[in-house]
């Protein structure tokens, strides 16, 4: 599997080739360690370099594609990269968040539109992001149309989120989480 990963990896765009490297490693298909000795096996082949990125980049934590693509965007955004699948607890309460920027509290959510189908789900997620707020973090989320589609509207979005937050922690109004 190693082989194949890094092999998509030199062919396939950066993108794509993240996509293929997380989901071997979140499914434990492989491991860095691993992707990287098939690497050091063929450093002068064509498309090496460009897979020595995407497995310096690839993070098996990323759990679907939209995670994937997303950390790609926001790279190719100038944005700093998030922590994933961060839990963030307060009391008795505990929320695992896709992203998080922990210096500017603010959390991106990124949503396929099946998530929302069910009623349930969708109260759910409005609960947590109340006390995710409630927290002292900022949260957005964004769907497949924009992150595939409106980098601009991602970059702004998350920029104008890093600037709330850092003013909240700053102001004091941030609490430990």
Same mark, same amino acid.
Request: charged share 30%; aromatic share 10%.
């Given at each position: 599997?190693?082989?194949?990963?890094?092999?998509?990896?030199?062919?396939?765009?950066?993108?794509?080739?993240?996509?293929?490297?997380?989901?071997?490693?979140?499914?434990?298909?492989?491991?860095?360690?691993?992707?990287?000795?098939?690497?050091?096996?063929?450093p002068r082949w064509p498309g090496s370099q460009r897979a020595k990125e995407v497995v310096d980049f690839a993070d098996g934590l990323?759990?679907?594609?939209?995670?994937? /693509? &997303?950390? @790609?965007?926001?790279?190719?955004?100038?944005?700093?990269?998030?922590?994933?699948?961060? $839990?963030? +607890? *307060? %009391?008795?309460?505990?929320?695992?968040?896709?992203?998080?920027?922990?210096?500017?509290?603010? /959390? &991106?959510? @990124?949503?396929?539109?099946?998530?929302?189908?069910?009623?349930?789900?969708?109260?759910? $997620?409005? +609960? *947590? %992001?109340?006390?995710?707020?409630?927290?002292?973090?900022?949260?957005?989320?964004?769907?497949?149309?924009?992150?595939?589609?409106?980098?601009?509207?991602?970059?702004?979005?998350?920029?104008?989120?890093?600037?709330?937050?850092?003013?909240?922690?700053?102001?004091?109004?941030?609490?430990?989480?």
């Amino acid at each position: 599997m190693s082989r194949t990963v890094v092999d998509l990896a030199r062919a396939l765009p950066f993108r794509d080739g993240v996509v293929v490297a997380d989901s071997a490693l979140q499914q434990k298909l492989t491991s860095k360690k691993a992707l990287r000795a098939v690497l050091a096996e063929c450093p002068r082949w064509p498309g090496s370099q460009r897979a020595k990125e995407v497995v310096d980049f690839a993070d098996g934590l990323a759990e679907s594609v939209l995670e994937s /693509i &997303a950390r @790609v965007l926001f790279r190719d955004c100038g944005l700093p990269d998030p922590e994933l699948q961060v $839990e963030v +607890r *307060r %009391d008795d309460v505990t929320y695992r968040v896709d992203f998080m920027w922990r210096q500017v509290r603010t /959390i &991106a959510e @990124v949503d396929g539109t099946l998530k929302y189908d069910d009623r349930s789900r969708f109260g759910y $997620e409005r +609960r *947590r %992001d109340l006390w995710l707020r409630g927290a002292g973090y900022e949260v957005v989320h964004f769907s497949w149309q924009e992150i595939t589609t409106q980098p601009d509207y991602v970059r702004s979005t998350l920029r104008a989120a890093f600037q709330r937050g850092a003013r909240e922690w700053r102001s004091g109004g941030g609490r430990a989480g």
